[in-house]
């Protein structure tokens, strides 16, 4: 459904973001409850959530190198949990850390509440280091930044090259040749499907659309706009219900004991996963190590090769931190250092965002893809196709509302289904951004 611009002046809190947004932010200062400490003769001393495996080792490199500045890792929840907490020391003015690993998609809310700072001055040219699309995930398409691009999770296509052989099926390169490849497997064996469309994964279908050239939210004016039932979107909806209501790909969520046996058992022959795939393949299907490997997405062009996201995180300097300048610059060191960018890949486990140095510090298959020398390579291409895409203040909503309308969608099997979500998420998304104050516009 189309909504139509609201009228009058916006809250001060959509202001605020809108300024933010439009190239008019002027930077943060430190709150009155700034978390980092030091002063005297002794060192700086920061505080820095994350919840990335081993960071507290990666940090250690930072401490031996900067005896002025130290920094402490405090664990956190991932996602929401993080963000929660975040928000509530913002709010009551006091708690909050002084740097943060922000997820992209969480960026804009994090930027509406005034909780992380623009550190465009101390970025300086940093942009060059990292894809268009990382950048754009920490400025928001503005001239403010808002993090140091940490991570990115390019979307993979991952498939059992032995079944592929098996049923003497071709990788394919694009939407339409996965599409005959999955009716080609599930008539050779009904119980085995190419894969599955997840209605509980709204991050997976986000990164679908943004690979078909969908950008949910964007900013015209002094005004938001959302179009999550724009063309591209529509055209993915009604690509994956076609293939549902054929019965040629499952209609099961991702992550249940089902799908992990199906993985290990080979009734689930391929997967849409991202980078970190191997990760999750070598813990729900440990049985089939050296029998996947891992390809660029099919491309609805394959003259015009594009790519989506299915993760990636930031590092922010909170609006509390009283030494914003040495948080900005422990954010640079930790995402553009070459051995800080080895010891996140090889680590913390992550997929570094700066591309040079990742290709440096990447260098040897994941061990779970042990025979596939050139995983990395595969992931590089990936990494390097993927499309802009710009989050919105209220990503929460929209990913709650693509749940509540695709899982009877799924379960249906009406591909007419599928692209009637789209409206019910594009509504609801609206709606909610109106209520909150948001001087907002469909797209």
Known sequence: MRGKPMRGKPTTRAAALAAAVLLLATGCSGGDSATGEGGGDGPVRLTYWSWAPNMEQVVE??????????????????????????????????????????????????????????????????????????????TLGSDAVYGIPQDTGPMMFFYRADLFEQFGIAVPTTWQEYADAARAIHAADPTKFLGTFSAADPGWFTGLAQQA?????????????????????????????????????????????????????????????????????????????????????????????????WGGSATSVTTQSEHAEEAAEFATWLNTDPEAVEALAQTANVYPAATEAASTALTTPPAFFAEQTDFYDVAAAAAGSTNSFTYGPNVNVAYSAYADAFGPAAEGRRAADFTAATAAVQRTTLEDMERAGFEVSAG
């Open 61 to 138: 490199g930072w401490n031996a190198e900067h005896p002025d500045v130290q920094v402490t890792v405090n664990k956190q929840d991932g996602g929401d949990a993080a963000v929660t907490k975040l928000l509530t020391a913002i709010k009551a003015g006091s708690g909050a850390p002084d740097v943060m690993q922000a997820e992209y998609q969480k960026i804009p809310t994090l930027v509406s509440a005034d909780a992380i700072a623009d550190i465009s001055e101390q970025a300086g040219d940093l942009e060059q280091q990292f894809s268009e699309s990382a950048w754009n995930g920490v």
């Open 213 to 309: 050239g969908a950008s949910w939210w964007g900013v015209d004016g002094g005004a938001w706009t959302v179009d999550v039932d724009d063309e591209a979107t529509q055209r993915v909806a009604s690509y994956w219900g076609g293939l549902v209501e054929e019965g040629v790909i499952d209609n099961k969520p991702m992550y249940t004991p089902e799908w992990n046996t199906g993985l290990n058992d080979g009734t689930q022959v391929g997967w849409i996963g991202a980078v970190w795939g191997p990760g999750v393949l070598e813990g729900n299907a440990p049985d089939t190590k050296g029998l996947w490997k891992a390809a660029e997405l099919p491309q609805w062009d394959a003259a015009d090769p594009a790519n989506g996201n």
